[in-house]
């Protein structure tokens, strides 16, 4: 199987064993036609969207607003059902880490980090990645497809299930935030992140506003201009390089699209200003890029960018070819960009013992075997050949 630059979109099947589909998913003009379809009412759609989204119901009988020959109708064409949990663990800090196995069988993984007064959730954009940025685990899934819009909301349903934090709009929510950081690179799937972000965004359903979600991406310079324009997100960018020759062999992606292109298309990202500042990831790799010339380097790169720099210490998987920083080193290289004014906090690894920390996902039902693990070269090259970076 070739693995061409977006991932191979071999759809999953929408419709379930009984032929329904599922409503999770349709944006709410979709879900307008969807209804009006069946003969319903134009004024159900707010109805019923508020059932599925604000109230998160997963049973058309728990629609008590609508009259129960509705409910039927409803019930006899679709379905609300979530994908299985195929795994659900805890970490000793409290992060949880869910595998999501969709209609196909395809697994992604999402981690929920609670912290006192609130929660981000890290969300997948695709089953495995492309890309294969070396530190990452995610990169050596050899097997890579879009997730679907239906399958990102899922994601936050389910976990919004598993925190009981229905309906929507409650005080301190355990699950207040998004970021598109975990498995895949979100602007390869541009549509089906946008779509589904629409989905999350919209205030009388899970009502989480875009001033609350990040989207990460490794580089994919045409595609941020779009993301700022039509969704107004946050934005974090995997720098983790301040030279093309060292960036070009750790965030291959960058062989395409260069430091100068894609700083400049921070400088233009739509909506950046002062209380609006571009996160820029940094992970901090011992003897690679964690130098104090580095930090000094990567200070005049941003200058005129309106940033803050959050850095990473690496988190080390089965056979990654890096080593994390030492403490201190990490620390005079913050303090390094504290003294040029940076807000750059040091972010504390969470979840490690679940394997759910930055970086670590892949789906667990296709972790390395040790010959693979072997063979990582191969894998590597082969998708960096179907990408056209080699
Ligand atoms: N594909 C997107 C989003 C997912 S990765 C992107 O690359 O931005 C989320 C973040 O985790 C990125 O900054 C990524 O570079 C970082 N990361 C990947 N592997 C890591 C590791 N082993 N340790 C620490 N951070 C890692
Ligand atoms: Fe893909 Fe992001 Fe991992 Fe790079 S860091 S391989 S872009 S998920």
Same mark, same amino acid.
């Given at each position: 199987?070739?693995?061409?630059?977006?991932?191979?979109?071999?759809?999953?099947?929408?419709?379930? #064993?009984?032929?329904?589909?599922?409503l999770i998913g349709l944006s709410y003009?979709?879900l307008?036609?969807?209804?009006?379809?069946?003969?319903?009412?134009?004024f159900r759609t707010k109805q019923v969207w508020s059932w599925i989204y604000h109230h998160g119901v997963t049973d058309f !009988?728990q629609m008590l607003t609508l009259?129960?020959?509705? /409910?039927?109708?409803?019930?006899?064409?679709?379905?609300l *059902?979530?994908? =299985?949990?195929?795994? @659900?663990?805890?970490?000793?800090?409290?992060? /949880?880490?869910?595998?999501?196995?969709?209609?196909?069988?395809?697994? &992604? +993984?999402?981690?929920? %980090?609670?912290?006192? @007064?609130?929660?981000?959730?890290?969300?997948?954009?695709?089953?495995?990645?492309?890309?294969?940025?070396?530190?990452?685990?995610?990169?050596?899934?050899?097997?890579?497809?879009?997730?679907?819009?239906?399958?990102?909301v899922m994601?936050i349903m389910?976990a919004r299930d598993?925190l009981k934090e229905w309906p929507s709009g409650k005080e301190?929510r355990?699950l207040s935030?998004? &970021?598109?950081?975990?498995?895949?690179?979100? $602007?390869?799937?541009?549509?089906? =992140?946008?779509?589904?972000?629409r989905i999350v965004m919209h205030g009388e359903g899970i009502a989480i506003s875009?001033?609350?979600?990040?989207?990460?991406?490794?580089?994919?310079?045409?595609?941020?201009?779009?993301?700022?324009? +039509?969704?107004? &997100?946050?934005?974090?960018?995997?720098?983790?390089?301040?030279?093309?020759?060292?960036?070009?062999?750790?965030?291959?992606?960058?062989?395409?699209?260069?430091?100068?292109?894609?700083?400049?298309?921070?400088?233009?990202?739509?909506?950046? #200003?002062?209380?609006? /500042?571009?996160?820029?990831?940094?992970?901090?790799?011992?003897?690679?890029? @964690?130098?104090? =010339?580095?930090?000094?380097?990567? &200070?005049?790169?941003?200058?005129? %960018?309106? !940033?803050? %720099?959050?850095?990473?210490?690496?988190?080390?998987?089965?056979?990654?070819?890096?080593?994390?920083?030492?403490?201190?080193? %990490? +620390?005079?290289?913050?303090?390094? $960009?504290?003294?040029?004014?940076?807000?750059?906090?040091?972010?504390?690894? /969470?979840?490690?013992?679940?394997? *759910? *920390?930055?970086?670590?996902?892949?789906?667990?039902?296709?972790?390395?075997?040790?010959?693979?693990?072997?063979?990582?070269? !191969?894998?590597?090259?082969?998708?960096?050949?179907?990408?056209?970076?080699?």
């Amino acid at each position: 199987m070739g693995i061409t630059n977006h991932a191979q979109n071999f759809a999953p099947p929408l419709q379930d #064993s009984e032929g329904k589909s599922n409503l999770i998913g349709l944006s709410y003009e979709e879900l307008a036609e969807a209804l009006a379809a069946l003969g319903l009412e134009k004024f159900r759609t707010k109805q019923v969207w508020s059932w599925i989204y604000h109230h998160g119901v997963t049973d058309f !009988a728990q629609m008590l607003t609508l009259a129960k020959p509705v /409910r039927d109708k409803l019930a006899e064409n679709f379905t609300l *059902a979530r994908p =299985v949990i195929a795994q @659900d663990q805890k970490s000793e800090d409290g992060t /949880r880490k869910w595998l999501v196995k969709m209609l196909d069988g395809q697994e &992604v +993984e999402c981690v929920h %980090i609670p912290e006192s @007064d609130r929660g981000a959730l890290c969300v997948s954009s695709q089953v495995g990645c492309t890309l294969t940025c070396r530190f990452c685990h995610t990169g050596t899934q050899r097997l890579v497809r879009n997730l679907e819009a239906s399958e990102i909301v899922m994601q936050i349903m389910l976990a919004r299930d598993a925190l009981k934090e229905w309906p929507s709009g409650k005080e301190d929510r355990l699950l207040s935030n998004i &970021v598109m950081m975990g498995m895949g690179e979100p $602007l390869y799937n541009f549509e089906n =992140v946008a779509k589904a972000l629409r989905i999350v965004m919209h205030g009388e359903g899970i009502a989480i506003s875009k001033r609350k979600i990040t989207l990460s991406t490794s580089g994919v310079v045409p595609m941020i201009k779009r993301c700022g324009e +039509e969704l107004d &997100v946050g934005l974090a960018i995997s720098l983790h390089a301040v030279t093309d020759e060292l960036r070009d062999q750790i965030v291959p992606i960058n062989r395409k699209y260069p430091i100068k292109e894609l700083l400049q298309a921070c400088r233009d990202y739509p909506g950046v #200003s002062n209380s609006r /500042r571009i996160t820029f990831e940094y992970v901090m790799l011992k003897g690679i890029n @964690d130098s104090p =010339v580095d930090a000094k380097h990567l &200070v005049r790169l941003l200058r005129g %960018i309106p !940033a803050k %720099i959050n850095l990473i210490p690496f988190n080390a998987w089965p056979g990654s070819p890096f080593e994390c920083s030492d403490w201190g080193t %990490i +620390e005079k290289f913050g303090d390094i $960009l504290n003294a040029e004014g940076y807000a750059s906090p040091i972010r504390t690894p /969470r979840g490690r013992d679940i394997m *759910a *920390a930055c970086g670590q996902l892949k789906s667990a039902s296709i972790r390395l075997s040790a010959a693979e693990r072997a063979s990582i070269d !191969a894998i590597i090259k082969e998708k960096e050949q179907a990408q056209n970076l080699i």
